[in-house]
């Protein structure tokens, strides 16, 4: 998709003077570092899930390859292990040459699940999202903006039913990142995938109350032509909520 773009999960959320809040560390991470000026980084990071596209993009970020960076990590901890714990599983070796330990900056894992913290001024809040494993939702707020960041849903059987959960993360929001990966045939390809239709994505804006929704996390398959589409489709049907769908690189101001 060369307009659309096709790296894995990855949004920055940020405002001046404060720490920036990422959430999600897929591939896009790199170029994220890329485009800074800084040499180091200092920011909070929240993963929905360890799903690899989710966070396969950490041991290529390139402040975090430097001393002087700090990260904090929030995500949801497994049944048998801490949050940290399962993440240092997957950089290590034999799947990748070096350990989390042996990257310069420092890495800071918080379990975090079902609760709410302070980053800086944003008041931050997980809750369960039905996926395939152990997953969260993300609500960032402050006191003139809130978003709320759902990238992995599945949709149920009935199309329909939101979970509490979900709603109350998205209660109202100026903007949510909600997941549109499917088509109607693909879903019924797929149906425990843990994914869900551009239908039920806007679905979700409606039943919450969200003013704008950003289509995400897009299926491989679909190109730039079918991803336009699919947000001409979804603006088609004259909804309460402002429909985009998310673009590589996209940057919006409130």
Not at 83 to 112: C, H, Q, T, W
Not at 177 to 194: C, K, M, N, S, V
Request: with cysteine.
């Amino acid at each position: 998709m060369s307009r659309v773009g096709g790296n894995t999960s990855c949004v920055v959320i940020q405002r001046e003077g404060e720490q920036p809040i990422i959430c999600d560390i897929g591939t896009g991470l790199r170029f994220y570092g890329l485009s800074l000026d800084a040499e180091t980084f200092d920011g909070a990071i929240l993963v929905s899930h360890l799903h690899w596209d989710h966070v396969q993009g950490l041991p290529f970020f390139p402040q975090l390859l430097r001393q002087g960076s700090t990260a904090t990590i929030y995500g949801p901890p497994e049944a048998d292990r801490t949050f940290g714990e399962a993440f240092s599983g997957i950089v290590r070796p034999p799947y990748f040459p070096v350990s989390l330990d042996m990257l310069a900056g420092e890495m800071k894992f918080v379990d975090f699940d079902e609760e709410s913290t302070m980053i800086g001024t944003a008041t931050v809040t997980a809750r369960p999202v039905p996926h395939a494993g152990r997953t969260n939702g993300y609500r960032i707020e402050w006191d003139d903006f809130s978003v709320a960041y759902i990238p992995d849903h599945q949709e149920p059987a009935d199309g329909t039913s939101v979970a509490d959960s979900v709603l109350e993360l998205a209660d109202g929001v100026d903007l949510l990142i909600h997941d549109a990966q499917f088509t109607p045939e693909l879903l019924a390809a797929r149906i425990d995938w843990g994914h869900c239709t551009t239908r039920y994505a806007c679905n979700v804006a409606e039943q919450a109350g969200a003013k704008r929704i950003a289509l995400f996390h897009h299926d491989p398959l679909h190109d730039d032509d079918m991803v336009d589409a699919l947000e001409a489709e979804a603006i088609g049907w004259g909804l309460d909520v402002e429909v985009f769908a998310a673009h590589e690189r996209t940057t919006l101001q409130y």
